[in-house]
């Protein structure tokens, strides 16, 4: 059965402050995507990333990366620098039976106080 | 605006009602999906259609819950007799099944409904 899990309910920071997001995953599929959305107040979510499992090198996007490590199913992502406007919920998701399902975790509440 | 779009935004019935949701997907996007999202949660995957076929439906989709896409462009998501379980934010999602964007979901802003 597919699972993602997403320890961390509520994170706060302060802005410039560095943070990562974990994600734990289960998959019996030898090959998956994985995708990261944001979920801002406005309702809307936003895609992040997809990533492929054949593909286990970091990936790094303006001040967000992520690191995805096969050997302990965890795809986390990094913010650097954190803004304000990173404030937001973040959702890690699995796709499930050929990809077109996605199971979502339960989501990363991130607040970035000024 | 090219993306995913629903209707209404917001929709407050009272209990026993029925209600339709509208999603109209990116134009070339054949995959579309409804989930569902309580508060806090994340979202629950409901059914999903390619073209205008109904190929998936989760255990969550009662029979109260009916979905179409007739002619493979928009889709409705209809609820009879509302149930005060069933508030929740209902998410739309279109996917193209070829090129650079394969099997991503681009998601709508979601109709929240309230039943009283």
């Known amino acids: 059965a597919q699972k993602v899990t997403q320890a961390q309910t509520e994170i706060s920071v302060v802005e410039k402050e560095d943070v990562t997001l974990d994600c734990v995953y289960e998959t019996r599929d030898t090959t998956y995507y994985l995708f990261w959305y944001k979920q801002p107040p406005s309702g809307e979510l936003v895609f992040l990333i997809r990533?492929?499992?054949?593909?286990?090198q970091n990936e790094i996007s303006g001040r967000y990366s992520w690191n995805f490590q096969k050997s302990t199913s965890s795809f986390n992502f990094t913010i650097t620098a954190s803004q304000v406007v990173d404030s937001a919920v973040y959702f890690c998701?699995?796709?499930?039976?050929?990809?077109?399902?996605?199971?979502f975790g339960g989501g990363t509440r991130l607040m970035v106080k000024p | 605006d090219t993306g995913v779009s629903q209707d209404p935004r917001h929709k407050i019935t009272k209990r026993g009602q029925n209600v339709t949701f509208r999603c109209d997907p990116i134009s070339e996007h054949n995959r579309l999906y409804w989930y569902r999202q309580t508060l806090g949660q994340g979202p629950e995957f409901l059914t999903y259609f390619q073209n205008e076929a109904q190929l998936e439906k989760s255990r969550l989709l009662s029979d109260r819950f009916s979905a179409e896409r007739p002619k493979g462009s928009f889709s409705t998501l209809e609820i009879q007799r509302t149930e005060q379980g069933d508030s929740a934010m209902y998410l739309c999602?279109?996917?193209?099944?070829?090129?650079?964007?394969?099997?991503?979901?681009?998601f709508g802003p979601g109709t929240r409904l309230t039943v009283l």
């Open positions: 998701a699995l796709p499930y039976n050929a990809g077109n399902m996605l199971t």
């Open positions: 990533r492929n499992s054949f593909d286990e």
């Open positions: 999602a279109s996917s193209p099944t070829s090129g650079v964007s394969y099997n991503e979901q681009f």
